[in-house]
């Protein structure tokens, strides 16, 4: 038999609870996926046209609300729509595209946090090297490969998934995702070689994530013993650690539910626990990083006061 799916199109049977409220849901959803896009974009660009955050920290916080913007516009539009309409479907090849993506910034994601531990290690820990280890072809060596590595990886993946005999439509999820895919395959279907690839994957990123926290341990351990290094990493350190730990919590919480998870759950908390990745740090990270490092704050208190310098900048 063709190892082609004969599957055209998907339905996403995570909106079957949500049509008594979809109007209220709409509203809610519009109105926050404006607030994501509003801070993000305002964000980058503050960064692009101020002279003074032409700097590793802030390029990479530019990549980071960028990856922002990429993930949700993956999810926010569509889910829109479905809630709009009669049928929620999604077309075969939609569906591997929009899984593509799902995947793709949430990995990015993690790679992006791995480069600012890294920038961070180097300008507390390496600060009379930092400049000449961080120049501007390292900087942008970084960040291609904290861009193109997941998105390499995932192409090859969801390759694997588009080759597979499926023999159901039906998504248990308001999105599209790999995993759920391929455990509509058929069962003379040789799925081996996607979960060798998953777990491939899994193992990669938890590795990322092993290097973030042993950076920040020992930026942690490096900085007590200096008031100066304290103070230092409680101004550029404190965002990341914090957009760090929510984004890991969030994405291992999903991924360990999404693999082992009970589905007796009732299908609204599914939803959410489906949805924090896409929730919480896209709209958390630009006000965490807004009001915390100073220049960026200082700079949107100067936009607000229309350009008046004002005394404590």
């Given at each position: ?245 929510t984004f890991i919590v969030v ?54 006061h229309g350009g008046r310098k004002?005394?404590?900048?």
């Amino acid at each position: 038999m063709e190892n082609v799916s004969i599957v055209r199109n998907f339905i996403l049977v995570g909106f079957n609870e949500s049509f008594s409220y979809r109007i209220t849901l709409f509203s809610l959803t519009l109105l926050y996926y404006c607030m994501i896009l509003f801070f993000n974009i305002s964000l980058i660009a503050i960064i692009i046209s101020d002279e003074d955050l032409h700097e590793p920290m802030y390029i990479l916080l530019c990549s980071f609300c960028f990856n922002g913007l990429y993930g949700t516009t993956g999810f926010y539009p569509k889910f829109l729509l479905d809630l709009l309409s009669p049928v929620q479907e999604i077309s075969y090849a939609g569906c591997l595209l929009q899984a593509l993506v799902m995947y793709s910034f949430a990995c990015c994601e993690m790679s992006i946090l791995a480069v600012m531990a890294y920038d961070r290690y180097l300008a507390i820990c390496r600060p009379l090297h930092y400049h000449s280890l961080m120049s501007k072809r390292r900087l942008s060596q970084l960040v291609c490969f904290s861009w193109l590595t997941p998105f390499c990886i995932f192409s090859i993946n969801v390759g694997l998934t588009s080759r597979l005999k499926l023999c159901g439509s039906n998504l248990q999820k308001l999105f599209c995702v790999n995993w759920v895919i391929v455990k509509l395959a058929c069962s003379e279907a040789d799925t081996f070689s996607n979960q060798a690839v998953s777990y491939i994957i899994i193992l990669i990123y938890f590795f990322h994530g092993v290097f973030i926290i042993w950076t920040y341990m020992h930026l942690i351990r490096t900085c007590v013993r200096s008031k100066d290094d304290s103070r230092k990493f409680m101004q550029t350190c404190l965002p990341h650690f914090i957009s760090m730990i929510t984004f890991i919590v969030v994405i291992v919480f999903d991924l360990m539910y999404m693999r082992f998870g009970s589905t007796d759950l009732p299908q609204g908390l599914q939803n959410f626990i489906a949805i924090e990745f896409l929730l919480i740090p896209p709209l958390m990270n630009p006000l965490i990083y807004g009001f915390k490092l100073t220049k960026i704050r200082n700079r949107i208190l100067l936009l607000i006061h229309g350009g008046r310098k004002l005394p404590f900048i």
